[in-house]
């Protein structure tokens, strides 16, 4: 079981849909991460949030659009997304403090038609 | 810029037999840690051991240890005794100890089979 629960698990859409992600952790984790991860290749960081403020992001287009409500809830929006932002979109959240290790979830495998 | 590099795509092992994946590192920072992460086909990143720059001693988790050279920036991971539920991608990372905006640095992954 992991701690970090992401739905849905599969998402299928298209170019013209909006729709989005979430992902929650009840660890108490002040710093939430959203990746973008490709077959066979390493996670690519996107989105950093810490304490509920939105503290990097990596140039990502804005057809993304993150959201963090609240400190246990993190949400990424879709919209008008290209072909190839296909992808396992991985959630992940830790303390905080750099010897802490980031625990992910099980990933949103988005396909986009 | 710190870069991670795992020179070795695959590896195979023969169950109940030992392996080493490598890993190397690049950086200027004195403060930082070192991750080994395991992600089997059911997707999911698992923590397989870390390891602090500024400790001598070379971590372990049961079966799992590493081998932490720092002067030549170094990061082996030893899987003994594996088990077919090792077959895995696993990736090497480096965080700085700068807090929850400090990066994790992966490496491109190595992916381990493991012979029954």
């Known amino acids: 079981d992991t701690e970090v629960t992401q739905t849905p698990k599969h998402l299928v859409m298209g170019m013209t849909n909006k729709k989005s992600l979430k992902c929650e952790q009840h660890?108490?984790?002040?710093?939430m991460y959203w990746y973008k991860q490709k077959a066979k290749k390493p996670p690519e960081l996107m989105f950093v949030?810490?304490?509920?403020?939105?503290?990097i992001n990596e140039s990502v287009p804005s057809r993304f659009s993150p959201e963090c409500p609240n400190s246990s809830l993190l949400n990424l929006h879709l919209h008008a997304l290209q072909p190839e932002d296909s992808a396992l979109y991985l959630c992940?959240?830790?303390?905080?403090?750099?010897?802490?290790?980031?625990?992910f979830g099980d990933g949103t495998r988005l396909s986009i038609l | 810029a710190q870069t991670v590099t795992q020179s070795q795509p695959e590896m195979s092992v023969q169950e109940a037999e030992t392996v080493t994946l490598s890993c190397t590192y690049d950086t200027s920072e004195s403060d930082y840690y070192l991750f080994w992460y395991k992600q089997p086909p059911s997707r999911q990143m698992i923590l397989v051991i870390r390891?602090?720059?500024?400790?001598?001693q070379n971590a372990t988790e049961n079966r799992f240890s590493v081998n932490f050279q720092k002067a030549a920036k170094s990061f082996s991971l030893k899987i003994s005794d594996s088990q077919l539920g090792d077959a895995a991608m696993y990736f090497c990372?480096?965080?700085?100890?700068?807090?929850?905006?400090?990066?994790?640095?992966f490496g491109k992954g190595i992916t381990l089979s493991v012979r029954p």
């Open positions: 990372a480096y965080r700085r100890n700068t807090g929850a905006n400090s990066k994790l640095t």
């Open positions: 390891q602090e720059a500024y400790k001598q």
């Open positions: 992940a959240s830790s303390r905080g403090q750099g010897n802490q290790p980031q625990h």
């Open positions: 949030y810490s304490y509920e403020k939105l503290s």
């Open positions: 660890m108490g984790h002040r710093a």
